[in-house]
């Protein structure tokens, strides 16, 4: 059963989340901000990460670059699920590297196929 990661500052999110992928099958471990985020994935080594933009102490940009920095964590396929829907946003997090960029409202269909595909 695939590990996921779920890096979120608002906590409402981040237990739907949750309990939408534990309710698929999956084993999920949460973070109120980037700063936990990058502590608990270099510790976990998760199968997945999903992690907000926006967020307080460390955003999901320097989540990713600085994950992508060290060989344990630099191939773990990585969803940002954010508000910012700007084309430039979304340019971004994929010319990071990221996996998917998953943009707020979402649904728990849609989200759970990012990760399927994600996973693949």
Known sequence: MPMVLVIEDDNAILENVMETLELSGYETEGAPNGAVGL?????????????????????????????????ETANIPFIFLTAHADRDSVKKGYDLGATKYVTKPFTGAHLLECIAKSLG
């Open 39 to 71: 502590e608990k994935a270099r510790e976990i080594i998760p199968d997945l990460i999903i992690c907000d933009v926006m967020m307080p102490e460390l955003d999901g940009w320097g989540v990713y670059e600085m994950l992508n920095t060290n060989p």
